[in-house]
């Protein structure tokens, strides 16, 4: 029998018995569901992370300094943690030597952050974001300033209260007004508004534009840092190479600083976005090493339904084979005709698994930042698995229907 | 050989049934001419049965050979024998033996889809074939929704539509009532004497064995009489 015929038939069959070619779906579509829709959402984090989220966060040939690691894959010990606690700090003079010490092209700043009491009129906020920073890390971070200006040299040197603060922090505070010129009181010490950084969106549903930056040497180095110690130092080079090389020279130029002896380890940390990247393969390994334990065991329980409806087809369609049989199909014809429903039925499955495992990624992508990130290779795989599945459970009960003997067959009530 | 449609010699089938063994046919010698219009006849466990699956390949014997059409057939593989039944034989069912769920027209072109025809050519034979039968308006009704006469005139064309050898019909009246029964002697009466078909058919009914021109008596698993009569 032409394959097409056997196609038709299997389709027939389904039709008649929809309940019961349900039930024997099922499996295969909730394995290949999983398949797709776990490996949207991961491909989709993943390539968040590595376009969007890394670069927002840290930008593109950037690392920076700190007394402990920004991310660490594994573990924290107890003993880590202590070690970590009784590293020296980072202060402004390790900024200075660390400029003096690195090519003019090199960009390199200083951050260092809290959270304070913001107020401006009649309306206060306690979880403002504040940051102490220097000249270059508007550069580094590409803040583009939509309203007014950045801190100018003069009033980083000479400690000015004026502060540069970002787009949700203007809205929430200035509604209405422009912002340029206006007063915020931050820990009750008032600051002169400068300009509001354009929009940057979100990360993880995060704002980026909820910040507040004065220069470092004004009075926020109260609220963030005091007695000049500084959270991390930012250097960002314009190539790899250039920040391969500045994190040799900030190296030397710490360990010297440190006095550590050749045998010592760094007493500080050198993070750039490739440690955040390895981070997140860490996570993603372990999704797709879990994804095809998920995906075999809905496909195994998928191919024990669907071995199970066969054979009961089998049995209930005795009659049908012996009339087939005595018009002349032979053992192959038959063996055909059950294969072909077995696979039709968990292929049949295995498509509304790869619509419902989209529809799936289409919410999480509608409901999260995640974009989505549909995978060919893996629809491809479904449908694969979806007749393979099929296939495998039906060899058994077609080659039962296959065998049976026509006289006896016949006669079946 | 050549000549006769249907040749056994010293036909033999035996059944293990629990620990003994059941002779169900003891040595059937036969010869059935083209053209011919056969009844066979016998009371139950007679082996008529038996006979009729053999002559319609739907089993093998233990001992003996059958010639069908000139081809020894009792030695033959599975396989072989579905090709044989799909070209040389075509059935007619006491229960009728359509599928339920198939059209009349499906039905009747389902022994062509196993000879590999393609579809228009099919589709052409078993509209022809269910014309002659006279359900020419009922090609897209299922099983359910014919009557017992108008199944069993599918279940003809069903037969026919291949050109078969021998048409071999088991009980074909007997799930119809007595006119009905009638209409279906009839077609077969003209199929024998319209279209020169070879037809055997298995009966208990006298009645219904006397629409044949030759009635072979079994007893106890042999010929007990081979008679011609007038129709």
């Given at each position: ?5 056997a ?23 909730i ?14 984090m ?76 009649a ?13 270059d ?22 400690g ?38 354009q ?90 090493t ?8 809905s ?20 009659r ?6 005595s ?28 619509l ?9 992508q ?48 | ?18 620990g ?10 036969l ?6 219009f ?42 072989e ?42 589709r052409r ?14 090609m ?21 539509v ?57 007893h106890d ?11």
């Amino acid at each position: 029998m032409p394959i097409l015929e056997a196609i038709r038939l299997a389709f027939g069959t389904i039709r008649a018995q929809k309940l019961k070619s349900f039930f024997s779906l099922i499996g295969a579509f909730i394995g290949v569901m999983f398949l797709i829709a776990v490996v949207s959402i991961v491909k989709g984090m993943d390539r968040y992370v590595q376009e969007d989220f890394a670069a927002k966060i840290f930008g593109i040939n950037t690392f920076s300094v700190s007394r402990r690691p920004g991310f660490h894959a594994g573990e924290v010990s107890q003993a880590l943690r202590r070690a970590w606690a009784r590293r020296p700090q980072l202060y402004w003079d390790d900024y200075h030597a660390i400029r003096a010490a690195l090519p003019p092209q090199d960009l390199v700043a200083i951050q260092s952050s809290n959270q304070a009491e913001g107020q401006a009129g009649a309306k206060t906020s306690s979880f403002l974001q504040v940051s102490g920073v220097s000249q270059d890390f508007f550069q580094i971070r590409d803040y583009e300033i939509a309203d007014g200006r950045v801190f100018s040299p003069e009033e980083i040197s000479h400690g000015v209260n004026v502060v540069v603060i970002g787009r949700d922090v203007a809205d929430s505070f200035f509604t209405g007004q422009d912002p340029v010129g206006q007063t915020l009181r931050i820990a009750g010490f008032p600051y002169t508004v400068i300009g509001v950084v354009q929009k940057q969106g979100t990360v993880f549903g995060i704002s980026l534009d909820r910040f507040a930056l004065a220069p470092y040497t004004s009075p926020i180095k109260t609220v963030v840092n005091p007695r000049k110690v500084v959270d991390e130092i930012i250097v960002k080079a314009p190539t790899l190479a250039g920040m391969r090389d500045a994190m040799d020279q900030v190296e030397a130029v710490m360990r010297t600083r440190h006095h550590l002896r050749p045998y010592q380890d760094d007493d500080f940390s050198l993070t750039t976005q490739q440690d955040v990247l390895s981070f997140w393969a860490k996570i993603s390994r372990v999704l797709y090493t879990a994804l095809p334990l998920l995906v075999g065991v809905s496909l195994v329980v998928g191919g024990i339904v669907i071995m199970n409806i066969m054979l009961m087809a089998v049995a209930e369609r005795t009659r049908e084979i012996g009339i087939r049989k005595s018009l002349g199909a032979r053992r192959r014809d038959i063996l055909a005709q059950f294969l072909v429903e077995s696979a039709t039925l968990s292929t049949t499955g295995a498509v509304l698994g790869i619509l419902a495992g989209l529809a799936l990624a289409r919410i999480v992508q509608a409901v999260s930042p995640l974009p989505m990130g549909v995978s060919p290779l893996s629809i491809v795989i479904g449908v694969a698995l979806g007749v393979g599945v099929g296939m495998i459970a039906g060899v058994y009960p077609a080659n039962r229907a296959a065998k049976l003997d026509p006289v006896v067959a016949l006669r079946y009530e | 050989m050549s000549g006769s449609v249907i040749r056994t010699i010293g036909l033999k089938r035996d059944y293990p049934m629990g620990g003994e063994v059941v002779h169900a046919l003891r040595g059937v010698d036969l010869e059935i001419l083209p053209n011919e219009f056969v009844a066979i006849m016998g009371p139950s466990g007679s082996g008529k049965s038996t006979l009729m699956n053999l002559i319609g390949c739907l089993d093998t014997p233990t001992a003996g050979q059958y010639w069908l059409a000139g081809t020894e057939v009792s030695r033959m593989t599975d396989d072989e024998l579905a090709r044989v039944r799909n070209r040389q034989i075509g059935f007619v069912f006491q229960t009728f033996n359509l599928l339920p769920r198939a059209t009349s027209l499906h039905n009747v072109e389902l022994p062509l889809i196993y000879a590999g025809l393609p579809a228009r050519e099919r589709r052409r034979r078993a509209v022809e074939a269910l014309a002659s039968v006279g359900l020419g308006d009922r090609m897209d009704h299922k099983p359910a929704e014919l009557s017992g006469g108008q199944r069993q005139r599918v279940a003809i064309a069903r037969a026919l539509v291949t050109e078969p050898s021998i048409i071999l019909a088991d009980e074909p009246t007997g799930n119809l009532d007595s006119t009905t029964s009638e209409e279906i002697m009839k077609i077969f009466e003209e199929l024998y004497r319209g279209r020169g078909q070879t037809i055997v058919m298995v009966t208990h009914e006298a009645d219904i064995a006397r629409h044949a021109a030759r009635v072979i008596t079994l007893h106890d698993g042999v010929v007990s009489s081979d008679k011609r009569q007038a129709a």
